[in-house]
C-alpha cells in the first residue's frame, strides 16, 4: 500500500510558546524512539545493558499526541534518536505520522546506517529531510572494536543509500577519542570531502559509568592545532566564530567541517532543545539525570490542558548551565537511555 503523507508549509502557533526561566524558546525536540541498538560502542552503553519492556516504550499514538501538543507550543524540528531508531518497528510510519503534524517543518534522523539501506526510501517517502550518521573510525577492525562487533562496510552501504535519495546534506558524526581515532581524524575529512558528506567532530563526553572519558578526552582546541587538520581546514577562521558549535571551511573550497566542544566550550546560553526518551520522559538537560514522566500523566488519563500544563512546568526545571556537570560520577543513566 502506498502512503501519503500530507506536507505542512508554514507554522501556527495555538498557544504561548515556550520558553524557559532563562529566555529561551524551545523549538527543537529529540525524539527517542527506543533504547535499543544493533551496536555496542563502548562509549555509549554498558556491557550488559538493560533495556525498557515494550509496554514501557510510548506507542506511536502516545507520541503523535505529545508532539502534537508541542509543535502548538512552537516545537518545530523533530530529531529521530535511540538507540539506533531504525530497530523500532514501523519507523517510516511514525516519522509521516509526524510530518503531517501542523507546525512540524522538518524531521531528521541520527542513526548507525547499518540498517540505513533498508529504510532510505521510505523514510524520503515519509518527509524525512536528511540524516546524520554516527561514524567514528574507517578502519573495519577498529569498527568492530568500538561498536562491539559491527560492520563498517554496511555503514558505508547506508551513507551511498542517503546520497541516493536525497535524504542530505548528509551529516557524519565523529566522537574524537584520544587513543582510539585521533589518528584518523585527517583521513575522515578526506573521507567526507570525496563523497561530498559533512563531518561534525564531537568531544568525548562522560556518557556512561565506567567508561573512561577523561583518559580518551581530546579538547576541539587541540584537534585544530594538528598540521594535517591545518592542512585541509581553514582553523584560523576559528578565531572568528568564538563558539562551542561551529562550521569551517575547507581549504579547498569544497565543503565544511564541523567543530562541537560541549565541555571545553559551553552553548547552554543558546540551547533551544527537550529530549523526549523511548520511555516518556521529558529530558530536560543532556549532562543532568533531571526529567519529567509524560508518559505517566498521559496513561493516567491526563487531557490535553494538563499535559500542556506539565510540559511548562518540565521546562521551568531546565538548568540556566549544564555542561560543567558532567561527570561520570552520580550519573544514573547511559546516554542509550537518554538519547542521541
Given at each position: 500500500m502506498e502512503l501519503n503523507y500530507p506536507a505542512y508549509s508554514g507554522k501556527i502557533f495555538y498557544m504561548k510558546p515556550l520558553v524557559d526561566r532563562f529566555g529561551r524558546t524551545i523549538t527543537y525536540l529529540r525524539v527517542s524512539v527506543t533504547d535499543r541498538c544493533n551496536q555496542r560502542c563502548n562509549y555509549c552503553s554498558r556491557p550488559q545493558e538493560e533495556h525498557k519492556k515494550r509496554d514501557q516504550l510510548l506507542s506511536f499514538s502516545e507520541l503523535v499526541k505529545i508532539i502534537t501538543i508541542m509543535a502548538e507550543m512552537g516545537v518545530e524540528k523533530i530529531r529521530f534518536t535511540g538507540g539506533e531508531p531504525l530497530v523500532r518497528k514501523g519507523i517510516t510510519e511514525l516519522v509521516g505520522m509526524v510530518n503531517a503534524i501542523s507546525g512540524i517543518r522538518e524531521t531528521t534522523l541520527t542513526t548507525n546506517a547499518t540498517l540505513l539501506s533498508r529504510f532510505a526510501r521510505g523514510l524520503k517517502d515519509a518527509g524525512l529531510k536528511r540524516v546524520n550518521i554516527s561514524l567514528d573510525t574507517l578502519n573495519p577492525e577498529k569498527f568492530r572494536l568500538i561498536t562491539g562487533g559491527g560492520r563498517l562496510e554496511q555503514v558505508f552501504d547506508g551513507i551511498e543509500s542517503a546520497l541516493r535519495e536525497g535524504l542530505v546534506p548528509v551529516k557524519l558524526n565523529t566522537v574524537v577519542m584520544r587513543g582510539i581515532n585521533d589518528d584518523e581524524l585527517a583521513?575522515?575529512?578526506?573521507?567526507?570531502?570525496?563523497?561530498?558528506?559533512?563531518?561534525?567532530?564531537?568531544?568525548?563526553?562522560?556518557?556512561?559509568?565506567?567508561?573512561?572519558?577523561?583518559?580518551?578526552?581530546?579538547?576541539?582546541?587541540?584537534v585544530l592545532e594538528r598540521e594535517?587538520?591545518?592542512?585541509?581546514?581553514a582553523v584560523e577562521e576559528s578565531a572568528k566564530e568564538g563558539g562551542a558549535e561551529y562550521m569551517l571551511p575547507l581549504r579547498s573550497g569544497r565543503g565544511m567541517v564541523g567543530f562541537i566542544s560541549p565541555l571545553s566550550k559551553s552553548f547552554c546560553r543558546r540551547c533551544n532543545r527537550l529530549r523526549l526518551t523511548a520511555d516518556g520522559r521529558l529530558h530536560l538537560c543532556l549532562p543532568q539525570d533531571k526529567d519529567v514522566s509524560l508518559r505517566d500523566a498521559l496513561r493516567a488519563g491526563a487531557d490535553k490542558k494538563t499535559l500542556e500544563a506539565l510540559i511548562r512546568k518540565a521546562v521551568e526545571l531546565k538548568p540556566e548551565e549544564g555542561v560543567y556537570t558532567f561527570s561520570t560520577e552520580g550519573r544514573k543513566k547511559s546516554m542509550i537511555h537518554i538519547g542521541g
Open positions: 583521513s575522515i575529512i578526506d573521507f567526507a570531502q570525496e563523497h561530498g558528506l559533512t563531518v561534525r567532530f564531537i568531544e568525548c563526553m562522560p556518557m556512561r559509568d565506567g567508561f573512561d572519558w577523561k583518559r580518551h578526552y581530546m579538547p576541539i582546541h587541540e594535517d587538520i591545518k592542512e585541509r581546514v
